[in-house]
């Protein structure tokens, strides 16, 4: 590698870097996660003084293997993730045509190691001074760090490579580009059984250190502890070992050149995107439900958005935030207040609807968004997203609640109302999250890789899409409030209420949500509305 | 190239290479018609100013252009052009001054949509979407029935030369593929008036010159097309009317013959010469 090469590299690495930090100025996240860093440092570095101090009493050599094979992997998801993130903003047309790819992938893995570095600075520092002089030894502050920076270096490598590699392959084949995407979404599948096959064959943690131990990456371990002897730990012969994996390093680095070449000279186009054109207007079982019932532009939303999301089904991925939202907040309620579990079925699903359709609107029509504020009012974008969610959300609420309801001890009535509260939900979260989300500045929205397809996505970035969603499940769960206190026992068998039958009671409080969910979805909608006209191109 | 009704049998001649020649570009005999000319103004602003802090990008604009015809917006780069469209299509509120495009008030978007077309730089196209795909999207929000749609789509995509990719996604199309694309979209509901932001970017020769031709047939049929290019040549050959923007003030503004002829630099005078006259610092 000349000279000239590295010497481009750092360039991009600085100019990519300036461009990150333009991108983040100023976030309240960033001044957060600094402040983070802080509190992590100061945790680790006394717990390092803390371990420093008993390690000669304890053995520690396998909890330091551990630590640097959880750091090793850490880093390296850590680097994949960026590379990722950083890959889909570079100028590759610029770059291709300016210098060598050799520079580029050096200045892309200068950059990542830049990011991990700026990271992982301050509490290395902290935990080698905090070892160091725990264990009395400074040499040890100096070795934890070389250690730690030798680790980190590989990992960003093979992070950066990996990553590249694993998007080359999804260039390639749809196919394992889905199953790619599948196993992210995922990924917690696989580790859940392996976590019982682990407990089933009765692997102990014991058995497990001493594999992890015994493996190259733990012996960057070895090499942070070369310089104290004295105490009794480590391996020196491994240490030196560890410093010889480094060679891999230029490498990867080559390899990586490979692989970007491979991705924007040899495969600049993906052959899958080649495709017949569905009708968004003509004949068709949506148009068949609706044409005439509601407006021509409204339906054209409907069906524009359904098309969207079978093409690049990111509203479908929103609705794993429900199941986590469900699964820690909604079913935990629902458990401890001794709330009949079958009501959660209709607020679940209509929750799911609502916000797979929804869900940024602003951002999924980011490029068409001049387009669309000449041609269509603000009532025809909010109703047809409205739409899409009401025409999935009322079948698959309908379906499912009425197959429980016959099955289970639940009246007609009931059941009905049962399912008039997944439907009114449903519409409530869809004109909820399109308010709510008709306020994203469009400064703020930003290409972004994404699942399922190569084509850069636009999305808000930052914690905020976050605290919106918080925002709609906070709306949603008041408005359900009323249904889930009328299905708990305790309200329903209450002393007041011994006068008044239990199922008026259920049906009541089912028909309070129903009603206060549409006055929300009413309000809502026009707040929608109101910010679609509000929207202006700076 | 002074003389306009020169153009016109060059033009026409060279679309009979490909195209209905019964349909030929005919720009200065339609729009310059009397009848089109005494029409009620389809866009009218009065002292339209934007200002970003300190910062005057558009100031004390009056404008007053005809339905049918086709005002060629020039100006250098950052005089202001681009914000001048977004305040007319309501995509930008305005700092001062008021302007109506086709009897809408520019700060009513809502009312504004029913008269509009659109074309900005870039042009506003889902890449995940087929060409068909994305027009039909586009003439649904219009309200357009269906069967209106596709024949529209048709035609225009026949016309600009881009029926056999129709069904292919515009990820895959080449910059002119998308302009085209995009251009369709901003005519294919025949607005009464559309707003075209380098409409010619990225086009070949052939395609350039069906543009030419489709807006020439849009003003004849009524529609007021406010075209802002760098390619003078476009608007010598089809601009009724011309307005120079310079520094966000409208600096010269009226027929190109007209302009053309104030200056005192000989017959071969071109727009060109006029607008480099107009926009040089002095």
Known sequence: MGRATIRDGIRIARVEWLRHRRERNGRWSERLLVAALFAAAVVLGVGAFAAGRVVTTTPLANGIGLFASLLFVALVARSGSMTHDRFERLNETFLLTTVPTRAAAVGLVLFVGARVAARVALPTVSVAIGAALGLQAPVLAVTTMVAIAALGSLAVAVGVTGRLAARLVGMRIARARLLRDLFLMFAWLPLLIGWFVIREVSLSIVDLLTWVDVQPVAWFGDLAIVGVRSAGIGDPVRGLAAVGLLAAIPLLIGATTVLLRRIWETEPTDSSHRSVSRSLVGDGPLERLLAGRISRPMLTVARERFLLERRVPRGLLSTGYVLLFVGVILLPAFVFSGTAAFLLVPIVLGMAAGITFAIGPLEVEYRTLPMLLTTVSGRAVVGGLVTAALVVGVPAVTLVVLSLGLLGPVGAAETIAVVLVGVAVCACTAATTAAIDMAVDRDDVATVPFFFTSIPVYAETGARPFLRLAGTFAVVTLVSIPAMAGSTAAVYDHPTLRAVPTSAVRLGSLLVTVLLALVVATIAFRIAVRRYRAITLN | ?282
């Open chain 2, 1 to 282: 190239m002074t003389d306009r009704s020169n153009d016109v049998p060059t033009d026409a001649s060279a679309n009979t290479e490909t195209e209905d020649p019964e349909s030929a570009d005919t720009p200065a005999s339609t729009v310059t018609d009397d009848s089109t000319a005494s029409m009620e103004p389809a866009i009218v602003t009065h002292d339209l100013t934007k200002r970003y802090g300190s910062t005057t990008a558009v100031g004390g604009l009056d404008l007053e252009i005809s339905a049918g015809a086709i005002y060629g917006f020039l100006g250098p780069n950052g005089a202001g052009k681009t914000t001048t469209i977004r305040m007319l299509t309501g995509l930008l509120p305005p700092t001062g001054g008021e302007g109506r495009v086709a009897d809408a008030p520019i700060t009513d978007r809502e009312r504004l949509v029913e008269y509009v077309g659109y074309l900005p730089e870039s042009p506003p196209i889902h890449e995940e979407l087929t060409a068909r795909e994305q027009l039909e999207y586009h003439g649904g929000l219009r309200g357009m029935e269906p069967d209106a749609i596709d024949a529209r789509v048709e035609d225009l995509l026949e016309r600009f030369d881009l029926a056999d990719d129709a069904d292919d996604r515009i990820v895959t199309y080449s910059k002119g593929m998308r302009q085209k694309t995009g251009l369709i979209q901003a005519i294919m509901h025949d607005p009464d008036v559309v707003f075209l932001d380098e409409p010619t970017s990225g086009l070949d020769p052939r395609a350039t010159r069906t543009v030419r031709k489709v807006l020439s047939e849009l003003a004849a049929d009524g529609t007021t097309i406010f075209l802002s290019t760098h390619v003078l040549s476009v608007v010598e050959r089809i601009a009724t009317e011309v307005g120079i923007l310079y520094d966000g003030e409208l600096v010269e503004s009226g027929p190109p013959d007209e302009l053309i002829a104030r200056l005192e630099q000989g017959a071969d005078s071109t727009l060109e010469d006029v607008f480099l006259e107009v926009t040089t610092e002095t």
